[in-house]
């Protein structure tokens, strides 16, 4: 099955059919499930603080979806808030659990047992 790859410029799409159809987008983004993979016990490292204790219950929310594999519109949408913010979200987790890739969140959410 071939797709067509359809090039619109802003001024063939009304402002308003555009923003329409970017509500709908988001709407079905919003209802995506989230995936849960078998459970892991939670492993928890000697020396070191439990990495969820660091972080607030919407950091936790965004270490979910990113570890059900949500891109950063995905958890804007989901989350109901702009992009920015989510992005800002998603930092300040990687931050506190000082990691850098989405494999390493998605390791500390299954470990954690958020997953």
């Not at 020396?47 to 950091?59: A, D, F, V």
């Given at each position: 099955m071939e797709t067509a790859e359809i090039t619109l410029s802003d001024e063939t799409i009304p402002e308003f059919l555009r923003e329409f159809v970017i509500d709908i987008v988001r709407q079905e983004l919003a209802k995506r499930p989230i995936v849960k993979p078998p459970k892991l016990?939670?492993?928890?490292?000697?020396?070191?603080?439990?990495?969820?204790?660091?972080?607030?219950?919407?950091?936790?929310?965004?270490?979910?979806?990113?570890?059900?594999g949500y891109s950063r519109n995905e958890i804007s949408a989901t989350l109901g808030v702009t992009y920015n913010t989510a992005c800002s979200h998603i930092s300040n987790t990687y931050t506190k659990l000082s990691i850098s890739t989405i494999a390493e969140a998605t390791q500390i959410a299954m470990r954690s047992g958020l997953l």
């Open positions: 016990p939670p492993v928890r490292i000697k020396g070191t603080e439990y990495p969820l204790n660091k972080l607030s219950k919407r950091e936790r929310e965004v270490l979910t979806l990113i570890a059900n």
